[in-house]
């Protein structure tokens, strides 16, 4: 059985990057694709970006900019990166198995911004 | 992006009885459209994908069906695990975009 866990920073500064990891077990994260979403405050959800098996990602364009998502296959493990986070990122953010729908989640992880 | 519009909110209901929650797409999706259940302490769960197939484990109770940009996720006959949180996800085309949720409660 395939499970998922985000590990990192509770709070993080304005300006700064945010940083997480999601630690795969059960399943290799050179199958499928493997993908990050958030909730805000008030419950709206933003699905962030992917990376595939292959190590190609593909981002929201509305954090195209700021965001990276890469791995680490070693470890069984894929990351987050945002750069530049404001007070609109604090979010719980979820790391999930995907393929267009999101099968397997982690618990998620929340991230306050604040100063 | 696609929005999605979802609705009731808030929903209030009793054990045994049937709800209807309603997904509305700002254009078409065909029939990509999934259902998730949030509850408190557990995962995200996967319930429908392609707007009307039921994931592996998802009991027979739930139903989802629509097309284009009108959506229903049915849930007869409540069992008191169904309380939860319900959104929807178009999963249609980049970026996947999610529907707003809805509180299902007991009455």
């Known amino acids: 059985e395939v499970q998922l866990q985000e590990s990192g920073p509770g709070l993080v500064k304005p300006s700064q990057s945010l940083s997480l990891t999601c630690s795969v077990t059960g399943y290799s994260i050179t199958s499928n694709y493997w993908g990050w979403i958030r909730k805000f405050p008030g419950n709206k959800m933003e699905w962030m970006g992917y990376?595939?098996?292959?190590?190609?990602?593909s981002y929201n364009p509305s954090l195209k900019s700021r965001i990276s998502i890469t791995r680490d296959t070693s470890k069984n493990q894929f990351f987050l990166q945002l750069n530049s986070v404001t007070t609109e990122d604090t979010a719980t953010y979820y790391c999930?198995?995907?393929?267009?729908?999101?099968?397997?989640w982690g618990q998620g992880a929340s991230v306050t911004v604040s100063s | 992006d696609v929005q999605m519009t979802q609705s009731p909110s808030y929903l209030a209901a009793s054990p045994g009885e049937s709800v209807s929650i309603s997904c509305k797409a700002s254009k078409s999706i065909n029939t990509y459209l999934a259902w998730y259940q949030e509850k408190p302490g557990k995962t995200n769960k996967l319930l429908i994908y392609?707007?009307?197939t039921l994931q592996s484990g998802t009991p027979s109770r739930f139903s989802g069906s629509g097309s284009g940009t009108d959506f229903t996720l049915t849930i007869r006959s409540l069992e008191p695990e169904d309380f939860a949180v319900y959104y929807c996800?178009?999963?249609?085309?980049?970026?996947?975009?999610f529907g707003s949720g809805t509180k299902l409660e007991i009455k």
């Open positions: 990376i595939s098996y292959s190590g190609s990602t």
């Open positions: 996800q178009q999963h249609n085309e980049y970026p996947f975009t």
């Open positions: 999930a198995r995907f393929y267009y729908v999101m099968d397997a």
């Open positions: 392609s707007g009307s």
